[in-house]
């Protein structure tokens, strides 16, 4: 009874987190918006039913659906030749390539899109949203992937081949197919990133590429309709849970395994295949952040550092000492502040999830919830529930590190679940049998074989903190903007000079996450246990 | 043990309901101020520039600092007002303007407060019956046009609302979200009051011309119109908008480059009023009188791009030769804007996405 009380306690502190960050404002508009108020503007309350009869929303239901499934599906072809790739061909660059890919999943969705833009002109649309996130989600399939595909032996592809397949059946009806859970369960993670995307929707989208999340905010922070938003919030938080309720239950019934394969040279055609692949991966790493870099180098029509000088300069308009670069600094101080909490909830959330049981499985799906509900409901509702005469938080400059880490905290807990449930319980057995009590066989066995992961989870957690853009902007307040609402101010205003300076920040910014990531990651890779 | 487990999760959930009390009764009495008010929080939109000098001069005065808190436009700022009615974020708040004048004063948000200075005003800016909304500046949103462009073209440029579904001028409009933009909205209650019933054909028109809509006035001016770079020659903005070109320019331009559609403009009127359960509802009201001072007044222009609403008010020189001023703009009704304005957001999102 003693360990079980201790086991339900872990779960505790999660679960509060959650329900604080995301449930509380999840009713609050709900109640504001369906309960026995009618919303202003007079046109009364919608149900349930009138909203999803309007043709309009239907619409918009299905193009974010149909968005997100074509751009995990091609998230998925890359993410999983990427995986074979780096777990079967072993290349001189490889791991570079791979560290690249996670680039445009780390950095500030703001930053990302304004790296495309920059690229791509003043198109706008579908096609590129999907090419965005698909680009965006490699990783997540990729390394997903990976952690299976990993601790599969070669020896039945090479089977298959002296059996007479070609190479690609054979790795496919192998290897691939034995590391199906694994695909399966980050595919619809990825899809879930698709879905709930918002700051890449917004910027490279227009009127006519609506998905739910972007209704969602029209309708509360614009139209004030807080009964459409708490209906389509509601959906889309069904919708979600049933999503990540699969992935929990796939997740559980594959865990990924510790130990890995050494890649091999692979023959020609081998080589060949990788070579593209690890091509698309740099391009996808290195397209948003060249973009940002060279247009802010650019100054009228030659090149200088102007915009980079500009970046301690203070912006027009604006009161009090909000430069960009205080904007980015905010941002870290934030970000790092978010982490803390993000891992304290992850870790304490992932040892209970690893757990297994039912309370288990559910804090694994609970704790996805920030992540399923719209963006505009966490802020608006944080608003509306703690902006009240008993408790006003929202001028507290701890609203903004608390709402990152309920985003950072489920990525945490992705990732530091199968690592922990990969530590063969026979050497936590083995060390407890040579006397080691609970905390030396912490420090001794879980630590060591955990702590690459968690440098990893920290690193992750700090990148996505520092890029959150979308329930932040609602919470943040004006006097010391974040980073992405710094860079989306710069790019309304008008003159080359706020463009050129939005690109600086984005190119500094990226160089903050993209070291913090790549130093982390290259250091994670002495360990043995590391893909 | 099992009851105390669900002990926090009472207490959050009670604490929040707690919170959610924005129907108390409103603090219409503030308790008497003993301690004098040193600063007043305006709330407003994020393309809003104080002007500095007058702001200075009225720091200087009275001893009150004014902090600026910018909220993306003008319909997300009033959103998030109405949402913490009651216990707001600010104390003033500046840029409701005519299309949403009704949804701000139905909403309780706000408290009346006639200033000394708007007393004078005329009929055509005094459009808030409930005393709530002082009126500061008004402007004209009008369709722009690159003349330049349609010159070189030999195209005639368009001067109506029907000149925009012209198939000479195919393609070549850019127009804006009403649910994101307030310009937007105010053009589409334009033409929803000067065409009625016949609204809905019309967009349609306009859609099937190829107009291409943009969520914000930047997106469209800065970034799709031609004289910026972009390539459509016909974008929706303001009358004030060639002195803007002229002050703004990076080339060191005298003449702007735009012209204005007279016959597409409607007058936009922008408010500014206190809001209810304000921290510094005396500093509040201070600020507000401020604003209908001369000095205030006279650099509305210039920092703004807006005309100023006291008379006799001088403009400054690149306003009377580049600002145009319609005779004959269409006017808002604020009582029929505000029960139609969803519905007309609507038919505009059913037609365009």
């Not at chain 1, 918006?33 to 202003?40: A, E």
């Not at chain 1, 227009?206 to 969602?216: F, L, R």
């Not at chain 1, 205080?326 to 870790?347: N, Y």
């Not at chain 2, 700022?77 to 004048?101: H, N, Q, T, W």
Request: aromatic fraction near 8%; glycine fraction near 8%; include cysteine.
């Amino acid at each position: 009874m003693n360990g079980r009380l201790r086991w339900w306690l872990l779960g505790v502190v999660p679960m509060l987190f959650v329900i604080a960050t995301s449930i509380i404002p999840t009713i609050a508009v709900v109640q504001r918006g369906l309960g026995s108020q009618t919303t202003s503007g007079g046109a009364g309350s919608a149900t349930f039913a009138s909203v999803l009869s309007n043709p309009r929303i239907q619409r918009i239901l299905w193009e974010s659906l149909a968005q997100a499934t074509v751009a995990t599906g091609l998230a998925m072809a890359v993410g999983i030749a990427a995986a074979w790739t780096r777990v079967r061909i072993s290349q001189r660059f490889g791991g570079w390539a791979w560290s690249l890919a996670a680039l445009p999943f780390v950095l500030p969705s703001v930053v990302t899109a304004t790296g495309v833009r920059a690229v791509v002109g003043e198109t706008s649309g579908w096609v590129l949203i999907v090419f965005v996130h698909a680009g965006i989600n490699v990783v997540i399939v990729a390394r997903g992937t990976a952690a299976r595909l990993g601790s599969i032996d070669p020896a039945f592809e090479d089977a298959a081949r002296l059996a007479g397949r070609g190479r690609l059946n054979a790795a496919w009806s192998t290897s691939i197919r034995m590391s199906a859970g694994a695909v399966a369960s980050s595919s619809l993670v990825a899809f879930v990133f698709c879905l709930t995307s918002f700051g890449i929707v917004l910027l490279l989208g227009d009127p006519t590429t609506s998905t739910v999340e972007i209704e969602i905010w029209i309708q509360a922070t614009r139209l004030t309709r807080l009964d459409v938003a708490a209906v389509l919030s509601l959906l889309q938080l069904a919708v979600v849970v049933v999503v990540m309720a699969m992935v929990s239950v796939i997740q559980r019934r594959h865990p990924a395994a510790v130990t890995s394969v050494q890649p091999r040279r692979g023959d020609r055609s081998q080589r060949l295949f990788a070579g593209v692949v690890s091509t698309l991966l740099v391009a996808i790493g290195l397209v948003p952040v060249g973009g940002i870099a060279v247009r802010s180098l650019v100054v009228g029509d030659s090149w200088g550092l102007d915009h980079y000088r500009s970046l301690v300069a203070q912006v027009p308009g604006t009161t009090g000492a909000s430069t960009p670069l205080a904007s980015l600094l905010t941002s870290a101080g934030f970000a790092v502040v978010a982490s803390i909490v993000a891992l304290v909830v992850g870790v304490l959330g992932s040892a209970m999830v690893s757990r297994g049981g039912r309370a288990g499985r559910l804090l694994d799906v609970a704790l996805f919830i920030p992540l399923a509900v719209s963006s505009a409901t966490i802020g608006f509702g944080f608003l509306i529930a703690y902006g009240g005469r008993v408790i006003d938080l929202r001028s507290s400059w701890f609203v903004v590190p608390i709402i990152e880490a309920a985003i950072a905290a489920p990525l945490v807990v992705r990732l530091m679940v199968p690592v922990i449930r990969g530590v063969p319980t026979t050497v936590v057995e083995a060390a407890a049998i040579c006397g080691l009590g609970p905390s030396a066989r912490f420090r001794r066995v879980w630590a060591p074989l955990t702590a690459a992961a968690l440098g990893s989870a920290a690193a992750i957690a700090f990148a996505v903190a520092f890029g959150e853009f979308g329930a932040t902007a609602f919470v943040a307040r004006t006097a010391n903007p974040t980073l992405p609402q710094m860079i989306a101010r710069l790019l309304s205003r008008p003159g080359e000079a706020n463009v050129g300076a939005a690109m600086a920040l984005a190119t500094a910014a990226a160089a903050v996450v993209g070291v913090s990531l790549v130093v982390v990651e290259r250091a994670g890779r002495a360990s043995a246990l590391r893909l | 043990m099992k009851p105390f487990r669900f002990l926090p999760v009472v207490v959050l959930l009670i604490s929040a309901s707690c919170g959610n009390d924005n129907n108390a009764a409103p603090a219409s009495t503030s308790p008497a101020v003993t301690t004098p008010e040193t600063e007043v929080v305006l709330v407003t939109y994020s393309g809003y520039v104080l002007p500095e000098g007058p702001a200075k001069a009225f720091t200087a005065a009275t001893g009150i600092t004014i902090k600026v808190v910018a909220l993306d436009d003008a319909g997300a700022a009033l959103s998030r007002a109405i949402v913490s009615a009651g216990s707001p974020e600010g104390d003033v708040m500046f840029g409701v303007d005519s299309s949403l004048l009704t949804k701000a004063t139905e909403s309780g948000a706000f408290d009346p407060f006639e200033a000394d200075g708007a007393r004078g005003l005329a009929q055509t800016v005094r459009l808030d019956p409930t005393g709530q909304m002082t009126p500061i500046d008004e402007a004209n949103v009008c369709i722009n046009y690159d003349a330049a462009w349609f010159a070189d073209k030999q195209i005639t440029p368009p001067s109506t609302f029907d000149d925009l579904v012209d198939p000479t001028l195919k393609g070549l409009t850019v127009l804006l979200n009403p649910a994101t933009s307030s310009p937007g909205l105010t053009f589409v209650a334009a033409v929803n009051t000067a065409k009625g019933a016949d609204t809905s054909t019309y967009f349609d028109a306009l859609r099937a011309n190829d107009v291409s809509v943009v969520s914000s006035w930047s997106d469209g001016w800065d970034t799709r119109y031609t004289v910026n770079g972009g390539d459509r020659p016909i974008v929706l903005s303001y009358a004030s908008s060639p002195p803007a070109e002229v002050v703004y320019s990076s080339t060191g331009a005298t003449e702007p480059m735009s012209r204005v559609a007279l016959g597409t403009c409607v007058r936009q009127v922008e408010f500014a009023a206190v809001l209810r359960g304000a921290a510094h509802p005396t500093a509040a009201r201070r600020l507000i009188e401020e604003m209908l001072s001369p000095e205030w007044q006279a650099e509305l222009p210039l920092s703004n791009f807006v005309f100023p609403v006291v008379s006799d008010v001088p403009l400054p020189e690149v306003f009377t030769r580049f600002a145009a001023v319609p005779d004959d703009p269409i006017v808002l009704d604020p009582a029929v804007v505000g029960r139609e304005r969803d519905a007309w957001i609507d038919t505009w999102r059913n037609t365009f996405g």
